[in-house]
């Protein structure tokens, strides 16, 4: 069985809500956004999806073994 660490249903990137709506850029940023974090998000959920901890341990154990090599 195969488990991934992806979360689809949080949000990983996100624009506070704090902005000035006085201010043109604050009053017009979270929606000029939006889009672009919206389809930036959806392509880490599938970048992240094809991944698993059995493919992290084997890039840890490369790189650990790179720099004891360089090490000698």
Known sequence: METL????E???LHVHETF???C???ANISASLFLIFEEAEKQLVLTLSSKNLQDLIK???TRYNKNK???K
């Open 69 to 71: 090599a360089l090490e």
């Open 10 to 12: 949080k949000e990983v």
């Open 24 to 26: 043109p850029v604050g």
């Open 59 to 61: 890039v840890m154990y």
């Open 5 to 8: 660490a992806v979360y689809p």
């Open 20 to 22: 000035n709506q006085d």
